[in-house]
C-alpha cells in the first residue's frame, strides 16, 4: 500500500492549500501519518504527523498556519496550508508511520511513501 499526495498547486504568498493522502490499493489497517518536504537542493523536512487517535505534531515553522486531520471514512489524510509563504516552496510527500515509538518527526520512521506533490509559492 503507497500513500498518494495530491493537491499541490501554485499559490501566490498569503494563499491556502489544502492537500490529501490517500492509500492506493485496500489497506488491511490504518496508519499515523506524517507529512514532509523538500525543497529544491534541501534536505525532507518533517511538517506535521497525526496519530489514529487524531492527536497532531507539528514543526515550528508550520505550527498556527498548517493543519494536519484526518478522515478514517474515507482512509484519508489532509494538510490544509494557510498564509503560505515563498519558504513553504517543496514538493510535499505523506508517509505512514510504521516505526513504532520512533521519533515521529523523523523520516526513517516511516514507510509506505508514495509520489509527492509540488507546492509553489510565490512572493
Known amino acids: 500500500v503507497q500513500l498518494q499526495a495530491s493537491g499541490g498547486g501554485l499559490v501566490q504568498a498569503g494563499g491556502s492549500l489544502r492537500l490529501s493522502c490517500a492509500a492506493s490499493?485496500?489497506?488491511?489497517?490504518?496508519?499515523?501519518v506524517g507529512w514532509f518536504r523538500q525543497g529544491l537542493g534541501k534536505e525532507r523536512e518533517f511538517v506535521a504527523h497525526?496519530?489514529?487517535?487524531?492527536?497532531?505534531i507539528y514543526a515550528d515553522s508550520v505550527k498556527d498556519r498548517f493543519t494536519i486531520s484526518r478522515d478514517n471514512t474515507e482512509n484519508t489524510v489532509y494538510l490544509q496550508m494557510n498564509n503560505l509563504k515563498p519558504e513553504d516552496t517543496a514538493i510535499y510527500s505523506c508517509a505512514a508511520y510504521l516505526v513504532v515509538n520512533e521519533d515521529p518527526t523523523k523520516t526513517y520512521a516511516y514507510g509506505n511513501w508514495g509520489q509527492g506533490t509540488q507546492v509553489t509559492v510565490s512572493s
Open positions: 497525526i496519530n489514529l487517535g487524531g492527536g497532531t
Open positions: 490499493g485496500r489497506p488491511r489497517r490504518m496508519y499515523a
